[in-house]
């Protein structure tokens, strides 16, 4: 293998964990706070995704001179409508099955097989995709050779805002704080006077909010359909649970490591025993690490 | 008081045997083969009410052994059925000569040995580890999802081996008796339904003695049992190990009834729908989960023929409501009736 492909491979994988990061910060920090696994996550991704079709869709109608800002739109659009959406589920549904964390399992499986439908019936059954802004088509070729497409630059780039961004907001800010006092030790949280069901919420709303825009960054690299959600579903759970939850770090770490082997093991074998390989070599991993990878040591 | 609830049960094994033995006097043969393939699913149920039910270990990758179960019986009628040369799926990918795990599978009495032994026993030493590192929950819950996500990648990638996407199809014969015509399927009915009362009635014992016992210790407080010196572990990998036989046994009688065996009956999709028969029927009740499995597959067949865009938002509605409003599932509405409460 000569450089350039290697690095056009270091490139590729790492434009395919933007979106598997985004995914599971998402869920690693609900799942972290309330023990919650939300498996309409993949339906939430759909949302942002088709929150960016309908943005892509309306500029091109009404304001076809703005169109190469649209994106930014969308990205504001996916993030307050996902999110918005997250703050409704918690409080109208979610919320009530926090202490039977199976019953969640199913209860959000039986929404997302309803949102897919909704999803369906909306916007039909085949693939929809949004156009590329003219300033990110294109590659930029650093040396001859490599050639970087701009739109995954971008997309990269985006991902690294977000998610330092996230990370900011829960290292360095009271709402953070208050965030990490409720996964570490709920009752107590409560008993010093935070409001741990508001928390609760807005955390929901927060990685339902992520999950849009991680479905507006997979409308850069690919068409939506109804079932786009579920594709990423388990591959993101299987992100957070290999990283260990309740760290951001692991979970980064983890996201990137998986997403590399894939497209590592994809150039030297076929893409389904890469999968393959991936998934039992995790659940190996996780044989011996049973809390994740980069948990730290608790005596829980 | 035990003997009462045992009693009780058993007369909800009685009922549903009855029920069995009704349908084929009221179905015609279309319908009847219909019911045929949910009971396929009706042992995966009962398998999840003794696992999930009694030992609060939630599998979401039962499609594993039924997919494992389904695809042995399927090879060998395969095997049959293309005699002597290779399956017609295998000349397509241009294999010579027969993979060296599938040699036993040209003959019954391996394939029913092994459709018997084999999952069970993967279960019990994957299960064994995990249980022993004291992992479970949700946790447990997202790896055998992954492992079911596996398999079905597995099988359609190799495509040679296992028919790909497509599956096996195209068998008709069974040691040279037809399976696909309409008496045929009566007698696969029965058996079918016969091994499935046999099921029933040993699971319910099962669950009414000692270890029954011990294995709701277990799931509403695995420490104490622990510290009372029972190796909790391995009690939860013999449940698992008996849902992974109930589930493959489920698998090949799937074969036998639908004539064809694909990922789609491993996968994700279907693994998380195996759930849903119990949870509909009664997590509590081995009768009820049998009753759930026919219940959810005979309307997901009229509801998906008649209103293909309905049977979605239903199969999700299922989900939710029995989880918030009856977790007791219809066992437990059957029961209030009868206690009139």
């Known amino acids: ?300 | 008081m035990s003997d009462f609830l045992r009693g009780r049960a058993m007369r909800g094994v009685l009922a549903v045997l009855v029920l069995l033995a009704l349908l084929p006097l009221v179905m015609d043969p279309f319908r009847l083969n219909l019911s045929g393939k949910y009971l396929a699913f009706a042992f995966v149920a009962v398998g999840i009410v003794l696992m999930w039910g009694y030992g609060g270990v939630l599998s979401l990758g039962q499609g594993i052994f039924f997919g494992l179960g389904g695809y042995m019986m399927a090879m060998f009628l395969k095997l049959e059925a293309s005699a002597p040369d290779l399956p017609d799926f295998m000349s397509w990918s241009s294999v010579e000569t027969l993979p060296l795990w599938w040699q036993p599978f040209h003959s019954l009495g391996w394939t029913l040995v092994l459709i018997a032994l084999l999952p069970p026993l993967l279960a019990y030493l994957f299960s064994y580890a995990v249980f022993r590192k004291r992992v479970g929950g949700v946790y447990f819950a997202i790896v055998t999802l992954s492992l079911a996500l596996t398999l079905t990648v597995l099988i359609v990638g190799q495509q040679g081996d296992t028919g790909g996407a497509n599956g096996i199809t195209d068998f008709r014969t069974i040691l040279g008796r037809d399976i696909v015509g309409d008496s045929a399927k009566l007698v696969i009915y029965l058996a079918e339904a016969a091994v499935l009362g046999l099921t029933m009635i040993l699971c319910v014992g099962l669950l009414h003695s000692r270890f029954g016992k011990v294995l709701i210790a277990i799931r509403d407080r695995e420490d104490r049992v622990r510290f009372s010196g029972y190796n909790t572990a391995h009690i939860k990998a013999f449940v698992f190990a008996l849902a992974a036989l109930l589930s493959s046994v489920g698998g090949a009688f799937y074969a036998l009834q639908v004539g064809m065996v694909s990922p789609n009956a491993v996968g994700v999709v279907a693994s998380i729908e195996m759930v849903i028969y119990a949870a509909v029927g009664g997590r509590l009740s081995v009768a009820g989960a049998v009753v759930g499995a026919l219940l959810v597959g005979l309307l997901k067949s009229y509801l998906s023929e008649a209103f293909p865009e309905v049977w979605l938002y239903f199969l999700g509605s299922l989900f939710i409501g029995v989880v918030a409003f009856m977790p007791q599932g219809l066992a437990g509405f059957a029961l209030r009736l009868g206690t009139g409460r």
């Open chain 1, 1 to 300: 293998m000569n450089l350039e492909i290697a690095a056009m491979q270091v490139f590729n994988g790492v434009s395919l964990f933007t979106v598997l990061l985004l995914m599971s910060i998402g869920l690693a920090i609900v799942f972290g706070l309330m023990g919650v696994i939300n498996m309409a996550h993949g339906e939430l991704m759909a949302l942002g995704a088709y929150v960016t079709y309908l943005t892509a869709a309306a500029f091109s109608r009404f304001a076809p001179g703005w169109m190469d800002a649209y994106l930014f739109v969308a990205i504001a659009l996916a993030f307050a409508a996902t999110s918005a959406f997250g703050w409704l589920l918690e409080r109208g549904f979610v919320r009530h099955f926090y202490n039977r964390p199976l019953d969640t399992l199913l209860a959000t499986w039986g929404l997302s097989l309803i949102l897919q439908q909704v999803y369906r019936s909306v916007f039909g059954p085949q693939e929809v995709s949004v156009p590329l802004p003219l300033w990110l088509s294109g590659a930029w070729e650093p040396v001859a050779g490599i050639q970087l497409p701009l739109n995954r630059i971008f997309i990269i780039g985006l991902t690294a805002v977000v998610a330092v961004g996230v990370y900011v907001l829960l290292t360095s800010t009271r709402w953070g704080l208050r965030v990490r006092a409720v996964t570490q030790n709920r009752p107590m949280s409560a008993a010093v006077g935070i409001d741990t069901s508001r928390v609760d919420a807005l955390t929901f709303a927060l990685g339902a909010g992520l999950a849009g825009i991680a479905g507006c960054v997979f409308t850069m690299i690919g068409s939506t359909n109804p079932g786009t959600g579920q594709l990423y579903i388990v591959d993101s759970f299987i992100v957070v649970v290999f990283g260990g939850v309740q760290s951001l770090v692991g979970t980064a770490l983890s996201g990137l490591a998986i997403a590399q082997s894939q497209t590592t093991l994809e150039y030297l074998m076929s893409g389904s025993m890469a999968r393959v390989t991936i998934l039992l070599l995790v659940i190996l991993v996780l044989y011996f690490r049973p809390n994740g990878l980069f948990a730290r040591k608790t005596r829980s």
